[in-house]
């Protein structure tokens, strides 16, 4: 892992001399003294941000939603992913330069802003912990530091050094009252819609580690409304395509992927032999608005349309923490008021946008009873805990869509809930096995000597064993 710090400056400076004039007033009007120094810390962190919002909702989600039932590629490269034929070439690791290395000079450099101090602590927290989770062992510890090839760390090692990081994140945004930050493009500078993300993001960790109980602690101080999740808000800009949704941009470049008749479809088309559909739930305008036509980029109305947020970290899997985990940590009773709490939530209609609002969509409140051998949740007569797991889990299937959350869900479950797990089918009929993992960045192996073989792609990850 070879640092590129100096040409990311660089390039950097170049951009903001021909915007920030002011930035080399003081520069005897010479900017090649430009220096590190001159450049204001906080304007690293919207190009930090975007590159977040490119790592999360960008290819390797798409292929983690071709591993989980929900999308499908139909030609070309799309295609050939969904088909599982990806090599280390397909998989990238931009965000140690992209976000830990801007990340970690902001740090340095506003020791006396806690605002500053907990936010990048958020953002590599973010970055690492998807790396984690994807790829299993990566450099952590000694990534971006002096030594040349640094070791990678165990999967666990790095959740638990995250934990860390974002406990101090926490500690940062409470103390930052009064603090101010220049850009933020997330979140405008609000401190707590930060801190919130913190907390709703140390519980999916410890989601990912079964520990249920922390999970359920942390994510009671996680977000707390929609108006609090972190999306990504694209930008009306006339001309600029690469600000818009990640979906349409996909299918501007290549119309090859879409819904088609996935797994997540078929669950919420009350006509197919799987529908979730039932006396308390309607899913027929979330059929709608989930659906991505492959034929091109006007097609789409729904999660694919231009200038359709997208979610990263949100109200709906905060709740959805609280639900799975109360139910396993605290009670039935609790796990069920978390769910309900999440259907009252959709039954307003707020997760949809203007195209889909008016079509027919219900979510009235569950009662145990339903949960009961027979009842419309439990028609398979399982043990009524387990029965309301497992809608749960499939709640958290669906809401998850265009997330990471499915994909990390069926392999979390896989060995110790596979009865309650989502049952999504392989995309080839020759295909054996699930995958369980991405392969690591070609980048990284050819380059770090501490580098481990590729254990592929469906080696279990220590956190799932």
Known sequence: MKSIYIKYIFVLATMLLSSCEGLVDDLNNNP??????????????????????????????????????????????????????????????????????????????????PFYQGITKVMEAHVIGTYASLFGDVPYVEALSDVEDPKFDGQIAVFDNLQILLQEAIDNLENATGSVIHTDYIFSGNRIKWLQSAWTLKARYYMHTKEYDKAYAAAQNGISSKANSMMFKPLNTSGETSVKNKYFISLSNTPNVGTGNSHLIQLLNSSSGISRNNAKT????????????????????????????????????????????GARTQSFATGLGHLNTLRAFLNTGAFLNASFSSSPYFYSAYIASDFDAGGMENMDGINADRALLREIIEERYISGFTTFMPFDDSRRLRKSDMDIAVQFPLNTATATQNVERFLYPDSETLSNQMAPVDPGLFAVTKVNQ
């Open 282 to 325: 309607n899913e027929t305008a979330r059929l709608g608005y989930y659906t991505i036509n492959n034929s091109g980029p006007t097609a789409n109305f729904g999660v694919a349309h231009e200038l359709e947020p997208q979610p990263i970290i949100t109200y709906q899997e905060n709740l959805l923490i609280l639900a799975e985990a």
């Open 32 to 113: 090649n003294q430009l220096t590190l120094d001159d450049i204001d810390p906080g304007l690293f962190v919207n190009g930090a941000e975007l590159s977040i919002i490119d790592i999360h909702l960008g290819y390797t989600s798409r292929i983690a939603g071709y591993y989980s039932g929900q999308l499908v590629g139909f030609e070309q490269v799309e295609y050939e992913r969904y088909l599982y034929n990806v090599t280390s070439s397909t998989f990238s690791w931009a965000g140690y330069q992209s976000v830990l290395t801007p990340m970690r000079e902001v740090r340095s450099r506003t020791t006396e802003n």
